[in-house]
Nanobody, 127 residues
Framework: QGQLVESGGGSVESGGSLRLSCKIAEHIYDSYSMGWLRQVPGKEREGVAGIDQNGLTAYAESVKGRFTISRDNAKNTLYLEMASLQPEDSAMYYC?????????????????????WGQGTQVTVSS
């Protein structure tokens, strides 16, 4: 689809850091709440962080204080700075956007029928 394209995943040791990026189509970037979801095989997808058009952010309890979501309006790009990574953070991370709701609802899930997501980028944290 190409409307949300993630990059920046990889492998890191426990305690390390990674930054994920998501290039978003302009018409989505200008209108949707955006955020990051993650999924481990066999488990449901969960919200990680969200940011809405007003710049308000929301985080899952498990990542508060360690992850930071931000956006670069000049580049139509969403970021997720991940620090103090732990093995339990290992997952496929998806950039997501939703026309309905806000940052909190994007994190709480599920996405609405107007929700979109990218193909994902793998993050693996070794102990």
């Amino acid at each position: 689809q190409g409307q949300l394209v993630e990059s920046g995943g990889g492998s890191v040791e426990s305690g390390g850091s990674l930054r994920l990026s998501c290039k978003i189509a302009e018409h989505i970037y200008d209108s949707y709440s955006m955020g990051w979801l993650r999924q481990v095989p066999g488990k449901e997808r969960e919200g990680v962080a969200g940011i809405d058009q007003n710049g308000l952010t929301a985080y899952a309890e498990s990542v508060k204080g360690r992850f930071t979501i931000s956006r670069d309006n000049a580049k139509n790009t969403l970021y997720l700075e991940m620090a103090s990574l732990q093995p339990e953070d290992s997952a496929m991370y998806y950039c997501a956007a939703d026309l309905l709701g806000d940052a909190r609802s994007l994190v709480a899930g599920p996405l609405s029928s107007f929700g979109l997501w990218g193909q994902g980028t793998q993050v693996t944290v070794s102990s």
